[in-house]
């Protein structure tokens, strides 16, 4: 099956500086692929998504980049805000269903 | 993801005993999901249903069952013979190729 693996694990920021995580899937057959976010003790919220057809997609303060040939992804975060604490989760798709990376907990410094 | 409820929040049971977690969904979506998180890991499948009346395992199926005889119901059901049933158990329900969590139901088992 689908293994996604991320990194880092942890990683501490301070505010308004930049945040990326990495992650390698290994099905070539992925097409999709989602990022979450999920604060202690709660749902993981979806913040952005790419399919396979696309190399990158943006969204206010946080992007997303996709190289298919190398089968990997990144999220990026911009101006990073105390807010944007949490554990955040890579996911890769193939026939509907999620396989997930084992998480990266950010921290933003004041 | 406001149309997911899962109750209860939190729930406590014996070893030995099995114990089924409510799903509930009024998205109108087809598929729904059953996935379980363990500290410091990422989501892993245990079922899935794309339609009612049928569904699949996914990769930790082992000592749970599910039914799906509605499309907004998905339970599930730990069986005594789940080894590690102590976890917190997210149920998600898709459209496209988006998922969408619900709050959660944080299991513990003594």
């Known amino acids: ?54 190399g990158e997609k943006k969204d206010q303060r946080i992007a997303v980049t996709l190289n298919k040939t190398a089968k990997h992804f990144s999220l990026h975060i911009t101006e990073t805000q105390p807010e944007d604490s949490a554990v955040y989760f890579c996911a890769a798709s193939r026939d509907y269903k999620l396989s997930f990376g084992a998480g990266t907990t950010v921290t933003v410094r004041a | 993801d406001g149309g997911i409820t899962q109750s209860p929040k939190y729930l406590f049971r014996k070893e030995g005993q099995n114990v089924t977690l409510s799903c509930e969904q009024n998205l109108n979506h087809d598929a729904m999901y059953w996935y ?75």
């Open chain 2, 36 to 110: 379980r998180q363990d500290p410091g890991q990422g989501l892993r499948l245990i079922y899935y249903s794309q339609i009612v009346n049928d569904f699949q395992k996914g990769d930790i199926a082992e000592g749970y069952s599910v039914s799906r005889e509605k499309k907004e119901s998905f339970p599930l059901t730990v069986t005594s013979a789940q080894k590690n049933p102590t976890a917190f158990y997210l149920c998600a329900t898709q459209t496209g190729y988006e998922q969408y969590f619900g709050p959660g139901t944080r299991l513990t088992v003594t």
């Open chain 1, 1 to 54: 099956g689908e293994n996604v693996e991320q990194h880092p694990s942890t990683l501490s920021v301070q505010e308004g500086d930049s945040a990326v995580i990495k992650c390698t899937y290994s099905d070539s057959a992925s097409n999709y692929f989602p990022w979450y976010k999920q604060e202690l003790g709660k749902r993981p919220q979806l913040i952005i998504d790419i399919r396979s057809n696309v």
